[in-house]
């Protein structure tokens, strides 16, 4: 039996938490793929723990092997995108390999970031590269958050298992320079050279960072396994002289940024507040689990889920508790907001609707709506303007309306299109963007096509961009699978 995470479990739960890193020295042998499995009797070890502490029952198996989520990053030309997905070539390759007039026989089994670039009227992208190319057997071990696209530096970042950033350019996916096209770069995020770096888990993050003496510059943020964040120059991968910010605990949670400050958890228990300018801690909060979810800013809030099934708001300023709710399971998925209303999904399947307000004194934080998805959900949600995208673990997606009028169970629009025998990890990709903390989003220069959709990927590697307009059928545009490119393009 094979069982490879990530797959946490609570120091609140009495266990520890696994690693998603491959095993190194001592470990058991790799696959012929090079990818380690944990063994039977560790897997009979971690099944053991888990039935002791009572948690089996409502803890799915997040993931298989350590090739990662198959997250997805989209960059809009008009209405047409370019979709980045880092995902396993798998199956039979050799249509792909006739069509390209390439050997990939060593490409079998490894993880590529893929760009795909969509026709006209949103038709079904084409493959324009991979990294690393098709045909050199080379992989990124594993990638589980989005990739980060700067449009003026010309280059998607990718935080990898590996522990490496990359930062690759938009046009060719070249790491390095080549004639005229933009330089890209690739860096180790270790503090000792002489160290193997740890898996990178979050998401990278992209973000202007102002000083006083030199003015704004763009930032690129990479988070550890090792328990350090680190900073970056995003044109160049040269690391910020302050870089990087050390905690005491394994880092999942990917930052979110606002007036250079960074906010995020660790599993150490904590949530932080840190100064990009100098790398100054700023304040932290310690909960009464593992912080792996992303923070949603709103409000004034800093709203942010644990493993000890509570969902946190926090003044951005200081620090201090606001309120409080508590959950039936552990908050996986980063909360949402479409400025009125905080969405929360949690691992017991529900989706916890709450305004921002502090309960009365003395008394609980109570949701104004909740809507159980009858699976855990452990992807970020999506808005677009007819309601909240949501889906489960085990592929189940459905249309919430923001406004329910049945405040008992919420309300669903419609179900939207599933695949079967899909899992789906990744966050969730709005055409429109999120609403920004503090200056709130205009949305009336963008098109119908691309406010009403939303992009899916599922950890096989296969993304759909799904419509999601008032009546008319909820369906797919197109489908395109990662893993294999059929039909060849």
């Known amino acids: ?40 009797s560790r897997w009979a070890f971690l099944l053991t723990v888990l039935l002791t502490v009572g948690v089996l029952a409502c803890t799915p198996n997040l993931a298989g092997d350590n090739v990662g989520w198959a997250p997805v990053a989209v960059q809009f030309e008009g209405d047409s995108a370019w979709i980045y997905v880092a995902s396993q070539m798998d199956g039979d390759l050799s249509g792909l390999g006739a069509c390209k007039s390439l050997d990939l ?27 690393p190319p098709l045909g050199d057997g080379g992989g990124l071990e594993g990638v589980f958050g989005p990739p980060a696209v700067s449009q003026e530096l010309g280059l998607v970042f990718v935080s990898a298992v590996d522990g490496h950033v990359y930062a690759l350019s938009t046009n060719t996916g070249s790491d390095t320079a080549t004639g005229s096209d933009t330089a890209g770069w690739k860096k180790a995020a270790r503090i000792d050279p002489a160290q ?47 870089s990087p910010f050390v905690t005491e605990g394994k880092i999942w949670s990917t930052p979110t940024v606002l007036n250079n400050v960074a906010y995020f958890g660790s599993q150490d228990h904590h949530i932080y507040a840190v100064d990009l300018r100098e790398g ?3 304040w932290r909060f310690k909960t009464g689990g593992s912080v792996v979810a992303d923070p949603l800013l709103f409000d004034g809030l800093v709203i942010v889920g644990a493993f000890d099934k509570k969902l946190y708001a926090l003044d951005a300023d200081d620090g201090e508790l606001e309120w409080e709710f508590e959950g039936s399971n552990w908050f996986w998925a980063g909360a949402v907001t479409d400025g009125k209303t905080i969405f929360a999904p949690a691992m017991d399947g529900n989706v916890y609707a709450l ?34 995208v949501v889906a489960t673990v085990d592929g189940k997606m ?14 669903v629009i419609d179900p939207l299109p599933e695949r079967e025998e899909t899992k789906i990890k990744a966050p969730l990709a709005a055409g429109a963007p999120p609403v920004s903390p503090g200056v709130g989003t205009d949305l009336t220069n963008l098109s119908v096509i691309r ?19 008032e009546g008319q059928d909820k369906k797919e545009l197109w489908r395109y699978d990662t893993a294999k490119h059929e039909p060849c393009n």
């Open 398 to 411: 459905r249309l919430l309306s923001t406004s329910p009028s049945n405040l008992e169970e919420g309300e």
């Open 1 to 40: 039996m094979t069982f490879v995470l990530p797959f946490i479990f609570s120091e609140t739960d009495t266990a520890k938490v696994a690693s998603v890193s491959p095993p190194r020295n001592g470990s058991p042998p790799a696959n012929r793929h090079g990818f380690r499995r944990i063994s039977f």
């Open 280 to 282: 100054r801690e700023l």
């Open 105 to 131: 026989g060593d490409d079998e089994g490894r993880v590529k970031l893929h760009a795909l670039k969509e026709g006209s009227d949103s038709g079904k992208p084409t493959l324009k590269w991979t990294y």
């Open 355 to 388: 305004d921002s307000d502090a309960p009365p004194l003395g008394e609980p934080k109570n949701a104004l709506w909740r809507h159980d998805m009858a699976s855990p959900v452990a992807a970020t949600p999506a808005l677009v303007p007819l309601g909240l």
């Open 196 to 242: 193997e770096p740890q898996p990178l888990i979050s998401a990278p993050v992209l973000t202007e960072v102002i000083r006083s003496d030199t003015g704004p510059e763009t930032v690129l943020l990479a988070a550890s396994e090792d328990g350090n964040l680190y900073a970056y120059r995003a044109a160049t991968g040269e690391e910020l002289p302050w």
């Open 451 to 469: 406010r009403y959709s939303v992009f899916v990927s599922s950890d096989k590697g296969e993304v759909r961009r799904i419509r999601v307009t």
